[in-house]
């Protein structure tokens, strides 16, 4: 299975601060993306990549920059926070199946409160 | 846009009783439907997928059929059990080479002794 991993696990941080949060993959997957998860709402993407390079908006990238400099690490920076970007962080990776559908793995998240 | 309804929040059932989790879905593109299944403190894992018409998908004792007639992809198990408390996902990729998913608002089920 997909190993995907988050640092930090939690954070506290102050409005108007910068904020990045981390995620490695060790599986080679081209695939990479950021979601946060908010009680009522599920899972919302952000960003997400095609691979090292490029980064791409999801549905609600306002607030947030992302950076992918290689295969492993895909990065959310939040680059003034504020106290509505108070949520749980998934990063994901993703990989075409033999049945040519897109599986996605999930890290173990990153709670961020932002006072 | 693709969307994806999970009509119900919080499921509370008993025990050893049958479940049925709704899950509805609008693409005007060839779908692949997943159950996510995400356990307290945990990441989502993959539980079901599916993108072939009326065949039943199977795993650790869930199961669901995808209808395309209904747009539906409801996800059963004939006796839940403790374990099976948790948070679930229905989730939407377009067969398109899109390799985004779009998740529904994901239903609580709640498993009572």
């Known amino acids: 299975e997909a190993a995907v991993t988050q640092s930090p696990r939690n954070k506290v941080a102050v409005t108007g601060g910068k904020v990045t949060l981390s995620c490695n993959q060790t599986?080679?997957?081209?695939?990479m993306y950021w979601y946060r998860q908010d009680t009522g709402h599920g899972l919302r993407l952000i960003h997400y990549s095609y691979g090292a390079g490029s980064t791409e908006k999801g549905d609600i990238p306002d607030g947030y920059k992302a950076s992918r400099p290689s295969q492993e690490n895909f990065s959310l920076i939040l680059e003034l926070a504020t106290p509505s970007q108070t949520s749980v962080y998934f990063c994901?990776?993703?990989?075409?199946?033999?049945?040519?559908?897109?599986?996605?793995?999930f890290g173990p998240g990153t709670r961020l409160t932002v006072l | 846009g693709d969307s994806v309804t999970q009509t119900e929040g919080l499921v509370t059932l008993t025990k050893g009783l049958p479940v049925m989790l709704n899950c509805t879905y609008q693409?005007?593109?060839?779908?692949?439907l997943f159950w996510y299944v995400q356990h307290l403190n945990e990441a989502p894992k993959l539980l079901l997928k599916s993108s072939t018409d009326n065949k039943r998908t199977e795993h650790q004792g869930f199961y669901a059929t995808l209808h395309k007639s209904s747009s539906s992809f409801h996800l059963q198990k004939s006796s839940v059990q403790l374990s099976d408390s948790a948070l679930y996902f229905c989730?939407?990729?377009?067969?398109?080479?899109?390799?985004?998913?779009?998740f529904g608002a994901g239903t609580r089920l709640k498993v009572i002794a």
């Open positions: 994901a990776s993703g990989v075409r199946d033999r049945g040519s559908s897109y599986e996605q793995y």
């Open positions: 599986n080679n997957h081209n695939n």
């Open positions: 693409t005007t593109y060839s779908p692949f």
């Open positions: 989730a939407l990729s377009e067969n398109t080479g899109n390799y985004k998913y779009v």
